[in-house]
């Protein structure tokens, strides 16, 4: 089976806190360890910005779970791609801080300066979550 990576954005459900976000954490890691699936979750301004890699049916049922999740909704798909190689192969799943988004890299890949992954491509969205990771360390 070959390897996908897929892009989501979603909103937040109004009364998730952060703890919540911490369970979601500890939840996707255990369950992608035993998947193979690698990525990286970033949070900010009340989005979500998910990057999942791995064979096409782990991610896929793994992705299903995500889109019956009511921690969050309006959760679109930006990127489904068969890939080569891994790009987040060091996580289970990273979580990248939201003070790493800064105005110079949100424009690099967007049409204006704020962060909104509802309005990004999913080319882009996936190379924000690429520099990101590299440019920080993800916890
Ligand atoms: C924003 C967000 C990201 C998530 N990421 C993952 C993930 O990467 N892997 C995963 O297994 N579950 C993830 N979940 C949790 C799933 O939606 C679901 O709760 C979980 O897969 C159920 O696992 P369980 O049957 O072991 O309890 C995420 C949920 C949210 C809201």
Request: proline content about 2%; overall charge negative.
């Amino acid at each position: 089976m070959f390897l996908v990576r897929l892009v989501y954005t979603s909103s937040i459900t109004e009364g998730v806190t952060e703890s919540d976000i911490q369970n979601i954490l500890d939840t996707a890691r255990n369950n992608n360890t035993a998947e193979d699936i690698t990525g990286v979750l970033l949070f900010s301004k009340n989005r979500f910005l998910q990057c999942l890699e791995g064979s096409r049916s782990n991610v896929n049922k793994v992705y299903h779970n995500i889109v019956n999740d009511n921690r969050h909704s309006e959760i679109v798909l930006l990127d489904y791609s068969e890939v080569y190689e891994r790009e987040f192969a060091d996580w289970s799943m990273g979580y990248i801080p939201e003070m790493a988004i800064t105005r110079p890299l949100t424009l690099k890949y967007s049409e204006n300066a704020s962060f909104e992954p509802y309005k990004m491509s999913g080319s882009s969205a996936h190379k924000l979550l690429l520099s990101l990771s590299k440019t920080v360390t993800v916890v």
